[in-house]
């Protein structure tokens, strides 16, 4: 299964599903597996494909249903069966396949494919290329929404593939190589897929063996030494996730260097752009994630009916797992929340359950974020050798089938003996989370200590969440003492004993609860306003000219795709309102007290364009600077420089820096310079004695 594919490619499956009608859908647990046996030739430069294809059916199968891309033209060439055309919707055209007796049937087929890409917009500033499928002289990217091979979306495949592509070519596909012979490429899967990729270009191959597979990498320019970074690495995150999960499903992994900036994780692959591919923190950060998802997606497939989970557990055993080694778990979790608040409104909330894939930013703070901490909060109650118990339980009870929460559920309860059900009804069912607040807190002498009591209360509008709440008591003198609290109802009472007069309590301040952050625990952040459906852009009428239309070209180009954003000058309002968030540009931006005047954490001097930071200062003669605040309720941020030439780049960086309060860049390729959070204040969830 391709991870982050766009909600587009859904829709492709859905077309494909509303044309098979006729046949029953049987869950891919117990679905049938179609053996292909594909001899393909490509030709980038016309766009065109020729295949043949003779299929082994499941013997109970008398008629079989499937789409191809249309204007392919299939033929019945061998096998005792007729094929006859049903529909066709979007660019795809069914099929019936009806056989009159037992045994292979034989399809030829050809026509041309080539789709541009599709820009999808994610929220304010960002977008993703998005592609049905192409073949081009850049190369070729085709799956089983591309139509290329027979496909009916709720069976599972198994295959050998051998390609003809022009010299100095390569194909890729999942599954093992067997090598090239006379310019044809055989690749061979035996294990159930859900898809059949089929990627290829003029690549350079790097091979390395490691411990039970191969590590391969195909860039479309020679770099030995980044390919060695790569097949090393993937070396190192195989074998730690065998030995966490259980045995790597395949009998290779590889990186694929595709022709346009992506992030796929597909069987014994993956598949990324070559600008991200070269950012040299990717294969310590989001390498390892695709990785993963060998075993969560790809080697366990997903139960559409019950949710997506795997885009959660391999953000919390990768991302999260990271940065817990860097020794910033707890910033991490801190973050994920504030992402939630900032991405997903009550309108844009919905449960686990109904989380299918990444199409925005709500989405991804609703499967990834909130998944990350459905499986956090699982083994905080658990305990980690636990929860590992359950990971290789889930692993070795459902590989090459498909699974959901309901699976997850008996593998967990299963190693640990408890019942779950409350947990996994909650956290999976309902949308929404937590808020919680302290009551009463008290301290007695008692004995030769001190009791601390009181109550941790669940405030929230919806009913209470069954959750184990961390506190913290920091002491005059020694270490904290942490407790687990247990809490299921309103209010829930607490009393702890301690030998030293305590100085703190803190409630959740690791952040291990998914919840409602309190004011005082995050700051203001730009993504605040990057996550707002809607909102203000307000442009500076009195800079000159050429500045204007560079900040009007910026604010244009960060609205396509989001028609909750306006754009307008600052003479056309009287004051900046309180009910929205707000974008203000250009230092002659007659709004820019609306920031200024309320800041606590900076001041700005404007005849002289310096901002002053604490100890630092900012100058804006010769950077390019932003700064975030709130107006009312409503967050607020300004973006300025004195480098016309710089916008184009902050245009696209600014949407990645959203966890930030403040930034500078320097020069027109705007290299960052300072990316910092303002100080948090005093939590309402602590507790001073």
Not at 27 to 56: I, K, M, R
Request: hydrophobic share 40%; glycine share 8%.
């Amino acid at each position: 299964m391709r991870q982050h594919f766009p909600v587009l490619n859904h829709v492709v499956s859905a077309v494909a599903l509303l044309l098979l009608t006729a046949l029953a859908l049987p869950t891919l647990a117990a679905a049938p597996v179609v053996a292909h046996s594909l001899t393909v030739t490509l030709d980038p430069a016309a766009g065109t494909v020729q295949v043949e294809d003779t299929l082994q059916l499941p013997a109970t199968e008398t008629a079989w249903e499937f789409v191809l891309h249309s204007g392919l033209n299939p033929q019945l060439v061998a096998g005792d069966a007729t094929l006859t055309a049903t529909g066709s919707v979007a660019h795809l055209t069914s099929y019936r396949l009806t056989r009159q007796t037992a045994g292979a049937v034989t399809l030829r087929y050809g026509g041309r494919i080539r789709h541009e890409h599709i820009n999808t917009a994610e929220n304010l500033g960002r977008s993703q290329q998005w592609s049905i499928g192409t073949i081009a002289p850049e190369g070729v990217f085709l799956d089983g929404n591309s139509g290329w091979y027979p496909r009916h979306p709720a069976m599972l495949h198994t295959f050998t593939l051998q390609a003809q592509v022009p010299p100095g070519w390569t194909a890729v596909s999942q599954g093992a190589d067997s090598g090239a012979t006379a310019g044809r490429i055989t690749w061979t899967e035996t294990h159930p897929q859900e898809d059949i990729y089929l990627l290829a270009a003029p690549f350079t191959v790097y091979r390395q063996q490691a411990a039970g597979f191969e590590a391969q990498v195909y860039l479309r320019q020679p770099d030995a030494a980044l390919a060695q970074r790569y097949l090393d690495a993937t070396g190192k995150y195989v074998a730690h996730y065998a030995d966490l999960i259980g045995t790597y499903p395949f009998t290779k992994f590889a990186l694929v260097e595709n022709f346009w900036e992506t992030g796929y994780g597909m069987p014994s692959l993956t598949l990324l752009g070559g600008q991200v591919l070269r950012l040299p923190f990717i294969i310590d950060s989001s390498y390892p994630h695709e990785i993963l998802h060998n075993w969560w997606g790809n080697g366990v497939y997903i139960a559409a009916t019950e949710g997506n989970w795997s885009e959660g557990l391999t953000t919390d055993l990768a991302d999260h797992w990271l940065q817990i080694q860097a020794g910033r778990g707890a910033e991490y979790r801190r973050n994920t929340l504030k992402t939630f608040a900032d991405a997903v409104r009550e309108e844009t909330d919905v449960p686990l359950a109904a989380f299918r894939a990444r199409h925005n930013s709500a989405s991804q703070a609703i499967g990834y974020g909130k998944g990350t901490f459905f499986f956090h909060m699982l083994r905080q109650q658990l305990g980690e050798a636990t929860f590992t118990q359950g990971l290789q339980r889930f692993y070795a009870d459902n590989r090459f089938q498909t699974a959901g929460f309901t699976e997850l559920q008996r593998a967990f309860t299963a190693v640990s003996g408890r019942d779950l059900s409350d947990f996994f009804a909650a956290w999976t069912t309902r949308p929404g989370a937590p808020r919680l607040a302290l009551r009463d807190v008290q301290m007695t002498a008692s004995g030769d200590g001190y009791q601390v009591s009181g109550q941790i209360a669940q405030i929230q509008a919806d009913a209470p969440f069954p959750v184990q709440i961390p506190l913290v008591i920091t002491p005059i003198t020694g270490a904290p003492l942490r407790v687990n609290i247990s809490s299921t109802e309103r209010l829930t009472p607490f009393a702890v004993t301690l030998a030293t007069k305590p100085h703190t309590l803190d409630v959740d301040p690791a952040f291990d609860v998914f919840r409602e952050l309190e004011a005082g625990e995050t700051p203001v952040t730009l993504g605040a306003l990057f996550g707002a459906e809607r909102g203000l852009l307000v442009l500076p009428a009195a800079a000159p000219a050429a500045e204007l239309a560079a900040y009007q070209q910026l604010a244009t180009r960060w609205q396509a795709g989001h028609p909750g954003w306006q754009i307008c000058l600052d003479r056309e309002l009287a004051q900046v309102p309180d009910d929205q968030p707000v974008w203000l540009f250009g230092w002659d931006n007659q709004h820019q007290t609306a920031l200024t005047s309320a800041a606590t954490a900076f001041t700005v001097d404007a005849a002289t364009r310096q901002v002053h930071i604490g100890a630092t200062t900012l100058d804006g003669a010769s950077a390019s600077i932003v700064l975030s605040g709130q107006r009312g309720q409503q967050p607020l941020a300004w973006v300025m420089t004195a480098d016309v030439a710089a916008l184009p780049a902050l245009t696209r960086k600014l949407p990645h820096y959203g966890k930030y309060s403040y930034l500078s860049f320097e020069g027109a390729a705007a290299l960052n310079r300072h990316k910092e959070q303002w100080p948090m204040t005093a939590s309402a969830l602590r507790h001073r004695f």
